[in-house]
């Protein structure tokens, strides 16, 4: 039995196929990993955002909020984990220092670093606190 060349045509554009589309999943992770990380981002976003409005409102107070409830919605709109509801973990270390903790379904996310020296794509995998200071008023 002979093969023909169209028939070897098409098993060469099968593999050739398969190797892309390995290639794709070695280069750019899996659709489950790629969803891991878009979800940190999302931490990684809301986070910024609620350390934003506690240094804000440890300038407009001269002192730092008790809670997380204490922002108004106007200040932020995420407080809770996007995936699994939970609220995100705060709590205050000093006069002018807080932790700020979440969990994390990957290690060091590949985002660069945030503004102003804050760099929360820099954390391990699970929870992970990062350990803040509010700037004077």
Not at 20 to 44: C, E, T, Y
Not at 69 to 96: C, M, R
Request: proline share 4%; with cysteine; net charge negative.
């Amino acid at each position: 039995m002979r093969i023909s060349t169209g028939q070897l045509l098409i098993g060469a554009l099968v593999i050739l196929s398969l190797a892309a589309l390995v290639g794709g999943f070695l280069i750019i992770g899996s659709p489950a990993k790629q969803r891991l990380l878009g979800l940190d981002n999302k931490r990684i976003q809301h986070l910024y955002r609620i350390s934003s409005a506690v240094n804000h409102y440890a300038i407009t107070n001269e002192w730092l909020p008790a809670s997380l409830d204490d922002l108004s919605n106007a200040e932020i709109e995420q407080l809770n984990d996007p995936e699994t509801g939970e609220p995100y973990h705060y709590e205050v270390t000093g006069k002018t220092t807080y932790k700020l903790c979440a969990v994390f379904a990957l290690a060091d996310s590949d985002l660069a670093a945030q503004p102003r020296g804050y760099n929360f794509a820099t954390h391990a995998q699970g929870f992970h606190c990062f350990h803040l200071t509010a700037p004077d008023s």
